[in-house]
């Protein structure tokens, strides 16, 4: 379906003329809209919870005000920063991670030849995606569990001494971090995979002709036409760097105290002080805190790359 030009016989059209003619692509895209409207702007009129003090019988805006109260919470606990810090860390490892890993599976399924083994080895990796994060952690429970886990009882068997992983929070960030790569790297190959099968296979058979190899096809050909939607997915997910992924350290880590100096997360931190104040005003302030982190940093990022490279840019 075409849209229809703005000016027919020399005569410019008015706006309504233009919306009945392409009032079946507006009709398209309207449950998109609605659906934008309604659960991305609608609530964002609960923001003035993080500014009251909310009770359940008044409403949220009835409740009465409070100014900046509900902050004194997070700046007051002296972990405001060490909670910001470690957010960050794990999400520019899972970003900057994924994506590198993510490329390097989408061109290694790219390059299978064997059709019922492509298909075989994409479900493979995909699979993990559909896997909840609770089973994830039994599973995790039955390999490295002090008391009946596999790895202690194979440890047991060749006489050594066994290891309990829930007591030390050294090893915790490198696992936590496979485990959410091991999760997210197949759904998020999918989207490279649609961008490598979108570059001319002319590109390719010119590159064989003049002799490229196949790792030179690669860094030539495959990589650069990848670059546009690498900037695009890592600027999108900038937009999420200072919400940790709750379910992964919730059902990891939960509330071991052993294991908190390296696995605490803001979301961690404002679940916890929810469970023991019921206070929904200091929670909103802590999702407050983290939607402005992540505004300003998407906002500064778009815009350096804007003025290095606009076609990489989001707006």
């Known amino acids: ?30 449950p998109a809209v609605l659906y934008t409207l309604l659960f991305s702007y609608v609530p964002m ?66 390059e299978i030849r064997v059709k019922w083994f492509k298909r075989i080895f994409q479900s493979f990796i995909f699979l993990p995606y559909f896997i909840s994060w609770v089973v994830v952690a039994a599973m995790v429970q039955a390999i490295f569990g002090y008391e009946y886990g596999m790895l202690n009882r194979v440890l047991e068997w060749m006489g050594l001494e066994r290891i309990n992983l829930y007591i030390s929070a050294d090893p915790w960030p490198a696992m936590l971090i496979m485990l959410h790569l091991w999760k997210g790297t197949g759904y998020g190959s999918i989207v490279y995979m649609a961008s490598i099968a979108g570059i001319s296979p002319e590109l390719y058979e010119a590159a064989s002709i003049d002799g490229a190899g196949f790792w030179k096809r690669i860094r030539h050909i495959t990589l650069p036409g990848l670059r546009p939607t690498m900037m695009i997915m890592f600027l999108l997910a900038l937009g999420a760097v200072f919400r940790g992924d709750f379910g992964l350290f919730y059902q990891m880590v939960g ?18 002080a929810l469970a023991s104040t019921s206070d929904m005003g200091m929670a909103s302030a802590a999702g407050f805190y983290q939607s402005v982190l992540c505004f300003v940093t998407i906002m500064t990022v778009n815009g350096i790359i804007r003025k290095a490279n606009p076609d990489y840019a989001l707006f």
């Open 45 to 110: 009129g609960g923001l003035v919870i993080a500014f009251k003090k909310y009770n359940y019988v008044q409403g949220i805006f009835g409740s009465p005000w409070v100014g900046l109260k509900n902050f004194k919470f997070l700046f007051n606990s002296h972990k405001l920063w060490f909670l910001t810090r470690n957010t960050l860390l794990y999400n520019l490892a899972f970003i900057v991670l994924g994506i590198v890993i993510q490329v390097c599976f989408a061109i290694m399924i790219n």
């Open 255 to 272: 509330n071991n105290a052993l294991l908190l100096p390296k696995t605490d997360i803001l979301d961690l931190y404002v679940y916890r």
């Open 1 to 30: 379906m075409s849209i229809r030009p703005a000016v027919v016989n020399n005569r410019r059209l008015t706006g309504r003329t233009r919306f009945y003619n392409n009032r079946f692509l507006y009709l398209m895209i309207l």
